[in-house]
């Protein structure tokens, strides 16, 4: 019987430690929260998008941006429809939303992660409170691992899965990077991902608290499109928020030395033409009022004052002195409202977190370490990050499951 221990008690710990355990082994899994699997309670606003419903595998690994070839032996071993089938086996009936999203029916992230902590305690695994802060290596192999309070737990394994650096008031802060490189392991540059963005543009902070819903969105990077989306997002008081502009976050990668803007379409569902005879519509009901009065039937109110200062119309000027050059100029900005992207918000606020422990060291068959014997490594910590959606909880559960098939 082999001594495994894994640290961290998240997603990807203990799945791990459920599935080693089931295969005969003496499994530990140290978590330094009181509670496991704080962040999946947080996850999908507190629903847990557990997985997504992608069943290709090359469909699978097209939405992992960082390293998905790496990831190609664990999804292949361990697929969404594994997930799936593993969760409603504990007991916990899932449903599948737009985009594929797979959520349990209760929409309640809880029952998640007691379903996990309790296979993980039925299959054997002991689940201890503390915190690794060092290891016994001997330049080979790991003898043990060193908790915070003094305590030395020898082992014959080691499963690093300690999660990335982002909400760290879930206990993701960055520990895992430092057990790694503490036995010769590299850790790439640690970035925000999935994360809100910060605008330098001076009407952000009147449009704090707006939410658009049914909008789109296109990145650009030095003028090119990279990315779009469809769906909802929000003003704050530093720049942009929400779900489609977490998923264009990620396709950021040199914020520091390229530009990036983001063209939201405010009205997707109509063209320019369309939008013009619209708008000439509510013109004709309202001539004789001033321009800033004119468009609450169009636009949200608090978007109303932006919109007239940007269009460059004088708020006062009645509708009926537009003229069509002014009046499609309107057209084109609420199809094409720019706002420029200065910069993250800060990792802690990132949903994920992107870069980790260097894939070119860990065996992607095995997830082993190629530098240390019995050390392996599972989900966040790993170099290893995929759009949002339910792909990177995936990742988490496909990494362990692997990992623990090899111990």
Do not use: W
């Not at 962040?39 to 469909?59: E, H, M, S, Y």
């Not at 950021?252 to 320019?272: G, T």
């Not at 095995?366 to 995936?394: C, H, P, R, W």
């Amino acid at each position: 019987m082999s001594r495994v221990i894994i640290v961290g008690g998240g997603a990807s710990g203990l799945l791990c430690g459920a599935e080693c355990a089931k295969r005969g082994n003496d499994v530990t899994v140290v978590e330094k929260m009181e509670r496991p699997a704080r962040k999946l309670l947080i996850t999908g606003k507190g629903r847990c998008n557990v997985t997504n419903a992608c069943f290709d595998l090359d469909d699978l690994i097209s939405f992992v941006p960082t390293n998905p070839r790496f990831l190609y032996s664990a999804f292949s071993n361990f697929m969404p429809y594994d997930t799936m089938a593993l969760f409603e086996d504990l007991g916990v009936p899932l449903k599948t939303e737009r985009g594929n999203r797979v959520f349990p029916v209760s929409d309640e992230a809880v029952d998640i992660v007691d379903a996990l902590v309790g296979y993980c305690k039925k299959s054997g695994a002991k689940i201890k409170h503390g915190t690794v802060t060092a290891f016994d290596y001997d330049g080979k192999k790991i003898n043990a691992v060193i908790l915070s309070n003094g305590e030395k737990m020898t082992c014959d394994s080691v499963v690093i899965a300690t999660g990335g650096k982002s909400y760290p008031l879930t206990g993701s802060t960055g520990d895992g990077y430092k057990l790694a490189k503490s036995v010769g392991h590299t850790v790439t540059e640690i970035k925000p991902s999935l994360v809100p963005l910060v605008c330098r543009n001076n009407f952000i902070s009147d449009l704090q608290g707006l939410s658009l819903k049914n909008v789109s969105v296109k990145l650009f990077e030095n003028e090119k499109e990279i990315y779009s989306d469809f769906g909802e997002m929000i003003f704050t008081h530093y720049g942009v928020s929400g779900p489609i502009i977490l998923s264009a976050s990620s396709h950021i990668r040199h914020m520091d030395s390229r530009k990036y803007k983001i063209i939201i379409d405010l009205k997707p569902a109509l063209d320019e033409t369309t939008l013009d005879a619209r708008i000439q519509r509510d013109f004709a009901q309202q001539a004789n009022k001033d321009f800033i009065n004119s468009l609450s039937k169009l636009l949200p109110k608090k978007l109303i004052p932006v919109i007239v200062l940007l269009s460059g119309i004088e708020p006062s000027k009645k509708v009926n002195q537009i003229t069509r050059e002014q009046r499609l100029k309107l057209v084109r900005l609420i199809k094409n409202l720019s706002i420029d992207i200065s910069d993250f918000r800060g990792v802690e606020e990132a949903i994920i977190t992107s870069g980790g422990v260097n894939v070119k060291e860990i065996n992607p068959k095995t997830m082993k370490s190629k530098i240390v014997d019995n050390l392996s490594f599972a989900g966040e910590v790993i170099d290893v990050d995929a759009y949002t959606g339910g792909f990177n909880l995936q990742i988490a559960f496909s990494t362990a499951v692997l990992c623990a098939q090899n111990i």
